[in-house]
């Protein structure tokens, strides 16, 4: 049965799916198993950049030349790359926008775009936005319990998901390392930004009445059987 709710999951066109959430909040996990289910691209602008650098594509060298000089690439730039990406034709019956937009003006933006090109000529279904909410302590144990294996890359969380060595890989034994962007000092800044940037594009979505929000202290299979039902069941007002 499963497997032909899948098959059935696939051959429908899902349309446009943005999902918003802080660091921590398990966007990239819900992300693959929504493309995995579906059968769209996952998409972040992360990708987008490093797959435009090394391909060396005009969009590529010109980002590179902003972060050879240590500047952020510019937000017309990266808009651009989003655009040439959601052209492609395994974007046809949708796909997942994670970690994009990052602020209302990229929104409306994206809004415009889909209108003009991908509503038009591809896809009628609008785009489901989904917010998980973590609560602020919640995302502190995520990210500052996480530690990685520098051999195989297998990560952990000491409070969630420990080792059964303390500090060492279950698989080859090699001592844990925390990045130096766990700590708890600059999770807390990006937690603040991510607040500040965000809680605008929040109640855009909400005006539009398409925000669809999903609490995300929730077991993380919960998380995803919701999610699903926003795909669904009729939350594309």
Known sequence: MDGQQSTAAKAATVGPVILLGAPGAGKGTQAKLIAQ?????????GDILRDNVARGTELGKKAKAFM???????????CDMVADRLRQADCNHGFILDGFPRTVAQAEWLDQLLADQFFKNRCQVPPVVVNFRVGYNQLLQRLTGRRSCPACGRIYNIYFQPPRVPDTCDADGSKLVTRKDDTEEVIAERLKAYERQTLPLIDYYQR??????????QPPDKVTAEAFRAMEHGDRL
């Open 68 to 78: 050879d000089r240590g500047e952020l690439v510019p937000d017309q730039l990266v």
């Open 208 to 217: 539009q009445g398409r925000l669809r929000e999903i609490n995300g202290d």
């Open 37 to 45: 289910r579906y059968g769209i691209p996952q998409i972040s602008t």
